[in-house]
Each structure stands twice: as structure tokens, then as C-alpha cells.
């Protein structure tokens, strides 16, 4: 049984940064990739970052290029999200998730087979 658990959202200013942390339990997290997905009220779920297994080829949306970094810690079973600048239009839960395998084979919540609960990031203007 995987279990994926959120932490780190909450309500901040625009400019301000957050860090978001995805703890996992379960199998063999150190040989999946990992996501980072978000969802606005009334608006499908997009894709923010992704972490394959190994090395640096992270992944990221155009929409938080140069402003989100997502890394991965395999000795605590935890994946990060530290976003900066944050934006408005940056307001959604965000869910972290587990790919189906060791390498970022897709951006789409379909390529993901394990879910969290979501944490809730609220920016103001």
C-alpha cells in the first residue's frame, strides 16, 4: 500500500514563497518519479513538476518555470515543492503523486497512479 501525504500550504501575499512537502509510505519510492499537480475550483487538474528517480532532469509547467524547484529526499521517503514568487493565479490545492515508474513518461494525471489528499495554497494580492 503507497500513501501519499501533503503539507506545507497555507495562505501568503503575493512575492512570498512556501515550500510544500510530500511525505511517502509504502514501496520502493526511491524507483519512481514523482509529480506535483494543482487544481483552482472549477478547472481541470494541471501539472506543475516532476523528479524522475534519478539525476536532474526535473520537469517543470511553463507556468511556474524559473519561479517552482521540486527535489526529492530518498533517505526520508519525502518529495519538495518550494515555490517562490508566488502569483495569484497560483491559488489551488496541489497533490503530490507517484509515476508508474522510475522515469517522467508523461505530464498528464494519467500517467500517475498514487494520489495525495491535497494541501491547500492560497495567494492574495
Known amino acids: 500500500q503507497v500513501h501519499l501525504t501533503e503539507y506545507g500550504g497555507g495562505s501568503v501575499q503575493a512575492g512570498d514563497s512556501l515550500r510544500l512537502s510530500c511525505a511517502i509510505s509504502?514501496?520502493?519510492?526511491?524507483?519512481?518519479?514523482m509529480g506535483w499537480f494543482r487544481q483552482a475550483p472549477g478547472k481541470e487538474r494541471e501539472f506543475v513538476a516532476a523528479?524522475?528517480?534519478?539525476?536532474?532532469?526535473?520537469v517543470y509547467a511553463d507556468s511556474v518555470k524559473g519561479r517552482f524547484y521540486i527535489s526529492r529526499d530518498t533517505a526520508k521517503n519525502e518529495v519538495y515543492l518550494q515555490m517562490n514568487s508566488l502569483k495569484p493565479e497560483d491559488t489551488a490545492t496541489y497533490y503530490c503523486?507517484?509515476?508508474?515508474?522510475?522515469?517522467?513518461?508523461?505530464?498528464?494525471?494519467?500517467?500517475?497512479?498514487?494520489w495525495g489528499q491535497g494541501t491547500q495554497v492560497s495567494v492574495s494580492s
Open positions: 523528479i524522475p528517480w534519478s539525476g536532474p532532469n526535473t
Open positions: 503523486a507517484r509515476a508508474y515508474g522510475m522515469i517522467i513518461a508523461g505530464t498528464q494525471p494519467r500517467d500517475f497512479g498514487y
Open positions: 509504502g514501496r520502493a519510492f526511491a524507483d519512481y518519479a
